[in-house]
């Protein structure tokens, strides 16, 4: 069984190890073991403290292999968006243009700057092992942490967003960050993404404060506007049927999209359900997928079968009672796996 739980300080070696395998593009989560330590801590100071309201709070989590004990995924929260570090993007909007005497009128797409101080939740940080892929893991991962934000709601902020990846190559060359990034900033995307995590102050200094008419760019960078990387496709698919939407605002290096959804309307946390374990069998039980978290702040979460005895009441499996350390008259959240099953 793999089970979704906060990262802890005795995960950074494996968890450097796995981040690194992700290649360019896992922005907000680089291999950097100073990093990753400043990370971790930071997640379970949010994990312990869970404020009255949020103040950016991350939660990173990481999908363990029960019986390996190896550290195969990894996914995060934040939860707001902003504050002395603003979250940036690029706004695409409409431009008129307009001459009477030539009777031409012209619609314009272009790129605005949004410095955004008092932000939305966003969820990201998401890989997972290549080998563990399949099987409902990567629902786990992604879907998992919504029950804790559904169980934990005034914690976060009323609108989620994510920015998916965008199209790179092997190398983390972007064509749309060598039409417009690199000539303001003069280094490579991947050390741009780098340092985007540890002061985004160059951004503020450097990034064009004025619109950009996206037909002014070259071919190739328009084409990547809002496609996302083909390794990030079935991540965006995962959202996409919780209830994510794509918005108007790309990613401001790679032009990836970025996608929200209110919080009470994620699948995931409109519709679970919190009910009483009445029973801890050994199993199998006959019964839908669900994915299925304890309640407490020691958040566990995992992927399978349970049965519906009353309203208020579930049987579990002796497997799953372990993997999400609860007990008979505890309660847990679940959800079907995926939508509409």
């Keep these: 069984m793999v089970v979704l739980r906060p990262a802890a300080l005795n995960d950074l070696k494996e968890l450097v190890a796995l981040v690194g395998r992700a290649g360019f593009g896992l922005t907000s989560l680089p291999a950097d073991e100073g990093l990753l330590r400043s990370r971790i801590e ?21 999908l363990e292999d029960l019986t390996t004990g190896k550290i195969v995924g990894t996914c995060g929260v934040w939860s707001k968006v902003g504050g002395f570090e603003p979250f940036y993007a690029y706004r695409i909007e409409q431009t008129l243009h307009e001459s009477k005497m030539l009777k031409v009128r012209k619609e314009i797409p272009t790129l605005h700057l949004v410095a955004e ?19 409902g893991n990567g629902r786990l991962l992604s879907v998992g942490r919504f029950l804790f934000m559904a169980e934990f709601k005034k914690f976060f902020d009323t609108l989620v967003i994510a920015e998916m990846r965008g199209i790179l190559t092997d ?19 991947p050390t741009a993404d780098y340092l985007s995590v540890v002061n985004k102050r160059f951004i503020a200094d450097l990034m064009p404060k004025h619109p950009i008419y996206i037909p002014l760019l ?89 049965l519906e005895e009353s309203d208020d009441r579930v049987t579990i499996t002796k497997v799953m009672g372990l993997g999400l350390k609860v007990k008979v008259g505890d309660r847990v959240r679940y959800v079907t796996a995926k939508a509409g099953k």
């Excluded at 930071?42 to 309201?53: E, I, P, V, W």
């Excluded at 190398?171 to 995307?189: R, T, V, Y």
């Design 218 to 306: 070259p071919d190739a960078a328009q084409a990547v506007i809002g496609k996302v990387h083909a390794h990030t496709e079935p991540a965006l698919h995962v959202l996409e049927t919780e209830g994510f939407e794509r918005n108007e605002m790309i990613d401001i290096f790679e032009a990836g999209p970025i996608v929200e959804c209110p919080l009470r309307k994620i699948r995931a946390v409109k519709e679970s359900v919190r009910k009483e374990i009445a029973a801890i069998v050994d199993g199998p039980l006959e019964s839908p997928s669900y994915i299925v978290s304890n309640t407490s702040r020691d958040f566990r979460a995992c992927l399978g079968m349970l």
């Design 171 to 189: 190398q983390g060359n972007s064509p749309f960050w060598d039409a417009i990034g690199k000539h303001f900033f003069e280094i490579d995307l």
């Design 117 to 135: 101080h008092n932000g939305p939740t966003e969820i990201g940080s998401l890989f997972l092992a290549p080998e563990y892929r399949g099987g």
């Design 42 to 62: 930071g997640s379970q100071h949010g994990f312990d403290k869970l404020k009255a309201k949020p103040e950016g709070e991350p939660y990173l989590f990481v």
